[in-house]
């Protein structure tokens, strides 16, 4: 599979970034809701610090996939789309890029905030805060994160249920251009050559039996064999 996008699907490195983004986004709303109700101590600080490693992780990639499609092209919209709808897609994927940015720098500043401990990534290097310790912001940065989170839930389930739409009602192949390892029925499809002539018609069959070689053939029985 091309790693670059063309005009009809999305290469394999943009397939790559996004739906290692989309596991990862569920991966974190998972963790996030299962932690916050857990008791606070120290046998807690695990489930934080991954959660915390993961949405560095979600920010870096989506630096990377926004430096990406500065050198990759976004494949055509199907021609039966109407204009309307791809204004949308399009404001509705810039808002997705936003909030890919926004959610994980909103935890990273309610970290930074409460700067309870410091933040390791994956236990491998002490990442600093962002901003200095300021306990009057902890509410109203925790508030944040959690409205930007589910923000990017509700355009996300919006995104996901137009593609089904694109793919199921419209039958335009909008999600399959996407779908990891397909390939473009037609384009990849081999062409077939075939050599099958066509049946000579009536007319021509006339002038076949009308030539000068049909009349000695049919005068002269002995000049179809040649061994005769």
């Not at 959610?103 to 002490?126: I, K, M």
């Not at 029925?185 to 049909?214: F, I, K, W």
Request: with cysteine; net charge neutral; hydrophobic share 50%.
């Amino acid at each position: 599979m091309p790693l670059k996008s063309d005009a009809h699907q999305w290469g394999s490195l943009a397939k790559t970034f996004h739906w290692l983004v989309v596991l990862l986004i569920i991966v974190q709303g998972v963790l996030g809701l299962y932690m916050v109700e857990l008791p606070k101590r120290p046998s807690s600080f695990w489930y934080y610090n991954l959660h915390k490693s993961i949405g560095m992780t979600v920010l870096t990639l989506a630096v990377l996939r926004l430096a990406w499609r500065a050198f990759d092209r976004r494949p055509e919209e199907p021609a039966s789309t109407p204009h309307w709808q791809t204004l949308g897609a399009r404001a509705g994927h810039a808002l997705l890029y936003a909030l890919l940015f926004a959610v994980p720098l909103s935890g990273w500043w309610f970290d930074s905030v409460t700067a309870l401990r410091p933040l390791y990534f994956f236990g491998l290097f002490e990442i600093p805060h962002i901003t200095a310790a300021n306990p009057d912001l902890k509410d109203f940065a925790r508030e944040t994160h959690e409205w930007l989170f589910w923000l990017l839930v509700v355009v996300a389930c919006g995104h996901a249920a137009m593609a089904l739409v694109h793919q199921f009602v419209n039958r335009d192949g909008t999600l399959s251009r996407m779908l990891p390892g397909r390939a473009r029925a037609l384009a990849s499809a081999p062409a077939v050559a075939t050599s099958v002539e066509p049946a000579p018609t009536a007319s021509e069959n006339a002038h076949v039996e009308n030539t000068p070689a049909a009349s000695i053939l049919a005068a002269d029985p002995a000049a179809r064999d040649p061994g005769a």
